[in-house]
């Protein structure tokens, strides 16, 4: 199983940013796939949750109607768009996954949200 994610970088506040986790080495269209973030020396937070069909989301009370997590079966790929972001979205954004009893992790993008 593998998770790669991209896009992440420095914005200003107020900015936009799309995230990209591609996966592969396992059947995609099966599972749900989630985003968390991670500052230091705070737990990791559950940001966006699509099921495996994309009929269901659901997002963090701290980014709604802001994010908005989709997938692409074709491309084996979900994305993350971040919009209105502020400072406080600072993180690393992890790419998820979880099926036979394991996680399943990337390695990660830095979003900076500063001026």
């Known amino acids: 199983v593998q998770l790669v994610e991209s896009g992440g970088g420095l914005v200003q506040p107020g900015g936009s940013l799309r995230l990209s986790c591609v996966a592969s080495?396992?059947?995609?269209?099966?599972?749900?796939m989630s985003w968390y973030r991670q500052v230091p020396g705070k737990e990791r937070e559950l940001v966006a949750f699509i099921t495996a069909g994309g009929s269901i989301t659901n997002y963090a009370d701290s980014v709604k109607g802001r994010f908005t997590i989709s997938r692409d079966h074709a491309k084996s790929t979900v994305y993350l768009q971040m919009n209105a972001l502020k400072p406080e979205d600072t993180a690393v954004y992890y790419c998820n996954t979880k099926f036979s009893r394991n996680d399943y992790w990337g390695q990660g993008t830095q979003v900076t949200v500063s001026s």
């Open positions: 080495g396992f059947t995609f269209t099966m599972y749900a």
